[in-house]
């Protein structure tokens, strides 16, 4: 019977380890559901351990999915990849990383660039006079 328990909990504290070892995401810049002001020069993920990037794109609402290049050659916790210009919209990112483990992790985060509305008055009042 002790031996059984034993197991037990062997098998409790592996099977923990190794659902804890993939990479997740913990943050990003811009943040997950968040709506901005102004195009960001770079996008920033920030992962529960370090991870390599394999995949990483871009799509402003129904357009074509854009790769981002170049991604990072080596592993890292935090991953910066430079962004395009980007104009008002809903974005999508779709990213695949590889963890220390072997395991491959993905996932997608949303943001919207909001366009500057004063920015906008300033335009329009200048085209009046």
């Known amino acids: 019977m ?5 197991l037990s909990g062997l098998a409790l504290v592996t099977f923990g380890a190794i659902a804890s070892a993939h990479a997740h995401l913990q943050k990003s810049r811009p943040a997950d559901g968040s709506v901005i002001t102004t195009s960001p020069s ?5 992962f529960s351990e370090t991870a390599r990037v394999t995949a990483l794109s871009i799509q402003k609402g129904d357009e074509p999915r854009q790769n981002l290049k170049p991604l990072p050659s080596t592993a890292a916790q935090e991953i910066s990849v430079a962004l395009p210009q980007l104009t008002p919209g809903t974005y ?3 990213w695949r990383v590889v963890s220390d483990d072997g395991h491959m992790m993905s996932g997608t985060l949303h943001f919207t660039l ?9 335009a329009d009042h200048a085209t009046q006079h």
Do not use: E, F, G, Q
């Open 114 to 122: 909001a366009p500057d509305h004063a920015t906008d008055r300033a």
């Open 42 to 46: 770079n996008l920033v993920l920030n």
């Open 92 to 94: 999508s990112v779709s």
């Open 2 to 6: 002790k031996i059984l328990s034993l």
